[in-house]
């Protein structure tokens, strides 16, 4: 039994949907931080709502 839970654990997770940047600027979840993902954000990579939440957070967290 205990190996078999080993084998669940170390299987990959499903992966995470990733949105470009333009979608995000589209998205209503990110209606009034547009300006602050456009600044963050980067044109030709993807994101996951995680990674732009995590970035979000850093930058408004960032020490002047």
């Given at each position: 039994m205990?190996?078999?839970?080993?084998?669940?654990?170390?299987?990959?997770?499903e992966t995470?949907?990733?949105?470009?940047?333009?979608?995000?600027?589209?998205?209503?979840?990110?209606?009034h931080?547009?300006?602050?993902?456009?600044?963050?954000?980067e044109?030709?990579?993807?994101?996951?709502?995680?990674?732009?939440?995590?970035?979000?957070?850093?930058?408004?967290?960032?020490?002047?």
């Amino acid at each position: 039994m205990a190996a078999r839970i080993k084998e669940t654990a170390s299987e990959p997770k499903e992966t995470e949907r990733k949105f470009s940047k333009a979608q995000l600027l589209k998205a209503e979840q990110y209606r009034h931080q547009q300006d602050l993902l456009s600044a963050l954000l980067e044109d030709r990579k993807t994101y996951s709502i995680e990674e732009v939440g995590k970035r979000i957070k850093d930058f408004l967290e960032k020490e002047m």
